[in-house]
């Protein structure tokens, strides 16, 4: 899909639901009441713009937009991650790439910097012309990512989603997802791959679900 189309798909998706879409390096590792925080940013030159340096305010926020995909080890998260980055991110837009780690989890802070280092870095090779970081946050996940939603302006948060499963129960993948489509302040997109017999994307949001893309 052409970059402009990302918009389009994303103003008829938001219309038939009722609005809720806007159109508007070196790992650092932080420390603060969020937890432990790592980031990489593929780009020095639009860092800055998207911080208003030399950029009138509110041109950069009128012209581009922040993607932000929630990522981990699974390969229903590199599917949504790609899948966002080719139908939702136009050129220009910011790519937020997020991978929560839980407190408990602190050993595994190297390996999910590597992990979500090597995915900006496929995202980067794939579209030049989008702005790729990718952030490292201990902490509770379902807070972490509505409050990095918030702190930076996301307008389109996109999510995977596991296939039902008699196995689940509350607490899994699809509570998580479900609480993230109604609680986050902005449009949320939840993304399954189908089957190659089948293809195409199955996309839920707030309004409709299971939703076949064939694209």
Not at 14 to 36: F, P
Request: glycine share 12%; net charge positive; aromatic share 6%.
């Amino acid at each position: 899909m052409a970059s402009s189309a990302g918009d389009r798909f994303l103003r008829q998706l938001s219309a038939s639901n009722g609005g809720g879409y806007d159109g508007g390096c070196g790992l650092q590792q932080e420390y603060g009441g969020g937890g432990r925080r790592g980031s990489r940013r593929w780009s020095k030159k639009r860092a800055a713009a998207a911080r208003g340096y030399g950029v009138k305010q509110g041109e950069a926020s009128a012209a581009r937009k922040r993607v932000m995909v929630v990522v981990d080890e699974s390969s229903g998260a590199k599917h949504a991650m790609m899948w966002a980055l080719t139908h939702v991110a136009s050129k220009g837009d910011f790519l937020t790439l997020l991978h929560v780690l839980p407190h408990s989890g602190s050993g595994r802070g190297e390996e999910a910097s590597s992990l979500a280092n090597s995915l900006g870095t496929l995202c980067k090779a794939s579209r030049p012309e989008v702005e790729v970081e990718a952030l490292v946050i201990q902490g509770p996940k379902l807070a972490t990512v509505l409050s990095q939603v918030k702190k930076l302006g996301a307008s389109v948060l996109v999510l995977s989603q596991s296939k039902p499963s008699p196995y689940c129960w509350l607490g899994c993948s699809a509570e998580f997802v479900e609480q993230c489509i109604n609680q986050a302040e902005c449009l949320t997109l939840a993304v399954r791959k189908q089957s190659k017999g089948v293809g195409g994307y199955l996309i839920s949001t707030r309004w409709q679900k299971n939703f076949w893309l064939l694209a």
